[in-house]
């Protein structure tokens, strides 16, 4: 079992790997519930990681690439 610290690096991860992904697709990429998905993307904006939301069909979550 990851611990949160773990989660909310496995989600920075990914979202630098990977691009733009929603809650859905990194909970199921880590194997935990959206909920927990939300607490950690929260966690991490709340640290200063500038994480991008973007709603809508084609939305998701992202770091900007002048970040990267």
């Known amino acids: 079992m990851m611990g949160k610290a773990d989660r909310m690096f496995s ?3 990914l979202l630098l790997a990977r691009g733009k992904m929603t809650a859905k697709q990194l909970a199921e990429e880590l194997e935990i519930h ?3 998905v939300y607490r950690c993307i ?3 904006c709340a640290s200063g ?3 991008v939301s973007e709603t809508g069909r ?3 979550y992202s770091i900007p690439d ?3």
């Open 34 to 36: 959206i909920r927990t």
């Open 66 to 68: 002048n970040v990267r």
């Open 58 to 60: 084609d939305g998701g």
């Open 42 to 44: 929260d966690a991490l």
């Open 49 to 51: 990681v500038p994480i």
């Open 11 to 13: 989600i920075l991860l």
